[in-house]
């Protein structure tokens, strides 16, 4: 997939807006960034800059993630609080409810998918890299086992408050043995900061459990990828979800579950190319603004 020349659709000067959980750049139609477990809006940095200069980007924190706090006191907590707290954040950042093409990794894959499933007027496309949506699979299925697993080590580990060894376990599973290990010491530190928030989405992930036919009412055209080095149980929900979303197109990088992040040249111009294309379909009438309070805001 070749990206298209960038050309603006409208005049109107770019914008660059940092905000306690968010930060928007560019000018036109919405992209909305969703990021991993483990991560933040930050991940976002490289692909935000590429569709700046056609697109308004808003990259995004999670609940505990980034700027964002965790909820207080939350056992309960579930992937709609996180589509909760997104819409409620669009609402204000646009001027007009605008469509929104979504970008969603991991964790903020499977978030963008409810987001399609709970507000389908609001969703222009739906660009994933492995959303992990563990619900598809029962505790002991053997197509997941190895995520359940290591899920039930890191909640484990942090109910014990061994934040360390559940952050090694989290870090390894999904970027390769002895990656933990050759972190430097500040990330080591920020990493074990958040991990809680992972127990918590690991539960999220899978308190409800999803049929495939759950998916077949997402009417965003959606690109799907996954990395041929990925643990199998994302691999096995690219397979599945393909099968499933109505207008799904699917690829596979050389890479690992960390993709958008280690392959991230290759990720962006696959993102930025599908990203273009819907954009297409919707011309003028895709574009939004920033809340003007927001862009004049101390």
């Not at 309960?76 to 990794?105: E, K, Y």
């Not at 903020?108 to 994933?128: D, E, F, N, T, Y």
């Not at 962006?268 to 809340?291: K, Y």
């Amino acid at each position: 997939m070749q990206s298209s020349t960038r050309r603006p659709l409208t005049p109107a000067a770019s914008i660059s807006i940092t905000r306690p959980g968010f930060v928007a750049i560019g000018r036109g139609q919405p992209v909305l960034l969703l990021h991993a477990t483990m991560s933040s809006k930050s991940q976002w940095r490289s692909l935000a800059e590429r569709l700046a200069a056609r697109f308004l980007v808003v990259a995004a924190d999670l609940h505990g993630y980034g700027d964002n706090p965790a909820l207080p006191e939350r056992t309960d907590f579930t992937v709609d609080d996180d589509v909760a707290l997104i819409m409620s954040r669009l609402d204000h950042w646009l001027l007009n409810p605008a469509r929104v093409h979504v970008v969603g990794h991991s964790y903020g894959g499977a978030v963008a998918l409810r987001l399609a499933q709970r507000h389908p007027g609001r969703i222009a496309s739906l660009a994933l890299f492995e959303p992990m949506v563990l619900g598809l699979f029962g505790e002991h299925d053997p197509l997941a086992a190895s995520a359940w697993q290591a899920g039930r080590a890191i909640t484990g580990r942090v109910s014990q408050h061994r934040y360390f060894e559940a952050v090694q376990i989290c870090v390894d599973y999904w970027s390769g043995s002895g990656t933990f290990a050759n972190l430097s010491l500040p990330a080591r530190n920020r990493a074990t900061s958040i991990v809680a928030q992972a127990a918590l989405n690991f539960r999220a992930l899978t308190r409800e459990r999803l049929r495939l036919d759950d998916f077949r009412t997402v009417a965003a055209r959606t690109l799907l990828l996954g990395g041929t080095r990925s643990p199998a149980p994302a691999q096995h929900i690219v397979r599945l979800l393909s099968t499933a979303l109505p207008f799904c197109q699917t690829g596979w990088l050389e890479a690992d579950h960390m993709a958008p992040a280690k392959a991230s040249q290759r990720f962006n111009q696959l993102i930025e190319a599908f990203v273009e294309m819907q954009a297409a379909r919707l011309g003028e009438n895709g574009i939004s603004s920033l809340n003007p309070n927001i862009e004049c805001a101390a």
